[in-house]
């Protein structure tokens, strides 16, 4: 913002602004992708994991025999 209101306003060096904001632009791009591929090796290292969705504390209603398997 900084950089746009100086350079509305005529008061930077020639080339100092287009410099800035492509450095800001590929940076915010670096930084999204940076995310996505973040997201990807979490969800990823959760898959590999392999554990259960949930545990069963108590089984009821069923025989002895099964709630020892």
Known sequence: MYAIFDFMRGRTIQGWTSILLTLLVIGGAILI???????????????VKARPLYFVRDATGLPEEERRR
């Not at 992708?33 to 898959?47: A, C, K, M």
Request: charged residues 20%; negative net charge.
């Open 33 to 47: 992708s940076l995310g996505i591929v973040g997201e990807y090796v979490g969800r990823i290292f959760n898959e």
